[in-house]
């Protein structure tokens, strides 16, 4: 990505896929007043004006090779610069709302930063009365809505009905070992009631780590992988087992 700059400030962003004109004046507003005549007609009052206020009058045109077979320096000359894009505040887009990039130039190179990530909420919002009562604060809400029905689902919401989904797709593959000992009496294996036992369990103690979670960076470590002494990688929430 680059950037152009002019008088200290930018004034555009080439795409880099095409060439590029320079302008080095534009026409004034006493430009576009002053008489100018075809050739030859200069008696005749035939005043003609080719140009409008800030039109380009005089500018350098360069072709799209200066974004590829230019150097740096090269490109600073005329005024284009490479953006540096500085992730510093740049979070995980799961558990964070981040900024947009903002873009400044100073001591000789344009940098696109981002503000401050706002982390997204962790438990359900609910409807207020407020809200209820005046359809114009967030919209209706729905038929027999009171304080305590949820409006935004947070994020713990979501993360254990994620739970839930996979340890049901877990126990169906196994199922079927349930159902013919219903049909036909056939003992169901101990190394399978020993597995749906510990998915059970597993399920249970991944939704009350996710419940007790305090805010939305304790959720996020639940479930960020780290890489450990023995080069085995894990997660504080871990995982749902499935069969071996």
């Keep these: 990505m680059f950037a152009q700059v002019e008088s200290g ?7 880099g896929n095409k060439g590029l004109e320079i302008v ?5 507003a006493d ?4 008489d100018v005549y075809p050739v030859g007609h200069e008696q005749a009052g035939e005043r003609i004006h080719t140009w409008s206020e800030n039109d ?16 740096e320096s090269e490109r600073n000359a005329i005024g284009i610069y490479t953006v540096e894009i500085d992730e510093t505040n740049f979070k995980n887009q799961e558990w964070y709302i981040n900024t947009d990039i903002s873009y400044a130039f100073g001591s000789g190179k344009v940098t696109g930063s ?3 990530a706002t982390a997204k909420k962790h438990a359900d919002t609910t409807w207020t009365q407020a809200q209820i009562d005046d359809d114009s604060l967030v919209g209706p809400a729905p038929d027999g809505a009171d304080t305590d029905t949820v409006r935004l689902e947070g ?13 049901e797709g877990i126990l169906n593959e196994t199922d079927w070992y349930v159902t013919r000992k219903s049909e036909k009496s056939t003992a169901i294996p101990s190394a399978i009631t020993t597995h ?9 103690a991944m939704i009350t780590a996710i419940t007790n979670a305090s805010d939305t960076p304790a959720l996020e470590t ?6 450990n002494e023995d080069e085995t990688v894990t997660r504080p929430l871990g995982v749902i087992p499935t069969l071996e």
Excluded: C, H, M, N
């Design 155 to 167: 994020l713990k919401t979501v993360l254990i009905r994620a739970v839930k989904a996979q340890a």
């Design 56 to 71: 380009v009058k005089e500018g350098l045109k360069y072709p799209a090779t200066i974004y590829t077979l230019w150097t």
């Design 222 to 227: 639940l479930y960020t992988y780290v890489r």
């Design 196 to 204: 749906r036992d510990a998915v059970r369990s597993k399920q249970v």
């Design 114 to 116: 981002y503000g401050t």
């Design 9 to 15: 400030s930018i004034t555009s962003f080439p795409k």
């Design 24 to 28: 080095t004046s534009r026409y004034s």
């Design 31 to 34: 430009d576009v007043t002053a």
